[in-house]
């Protein structure tokens, strides 16, 4: 059975930093595109960061310069290190995986719970 499971979460204040981790198992995802996208009260999930197998990244405007999105194969693990964080911020947050390696803006298959991110002004 496949399973994301994000940790890391938390409250933070404004213009600090967090970081979101996300542990596969079930198979492995070392050849996938993963993902992190977010939901924040009354609104859509959007798109918030993506890495392809390759190590090519993908980042949502709103954080680009703030968030980085990295992978360790090894140990199934993806990762999110949000810096600067803003008010603006606070959501759910949940990791993604595709069954392929297409570009990250492209479907994702698997999704953890989601983890909070409250960041306080």
């Known amino acids: 059975q496949v399973q994301l499971v994000e940790s890391g979460g938390g409250l933070v204040q404004a213009g600090g930093s967090r970081r979101l981790s996300c542990a596969t198992s079930?198979?492995?995802?070392?050849?996938?595109?993963m993902g992190w996208f977010r939901q924040a009260p009354e609104k859509q999930r959007e798109f918030v960061a993506g890495?392809?197998?390759?190590?090519?990244?993908h980042y949502a405007d709103s954080v680009k310069g703030r968030f980085t999105i990295s992978r360790d194969n090894a140990k199934n693990m993806v990762y999110l290190q949000m810096n600067n964080l803003k008010p603006e911020d606070t959501a759910v947050y949940y990791c993604?995986?595709?069954?392929?390696?297409?570009?990250?803006?492209?479907?994702?298959?698997?999704w953890g719970q989601g983890t909070q991110v409250t960041v306080s002004s």
């Open positions: 993604g995986a595709q069954r392929g390696s297409y570009w990250p803006l492209g479907q994702y298959d698997y």
């Open positions: 079930g198979r492995t995802f070392s050849n996938n595109t």
């Open positions: 890495i392809m197998w390759t190590g090519i990244t």
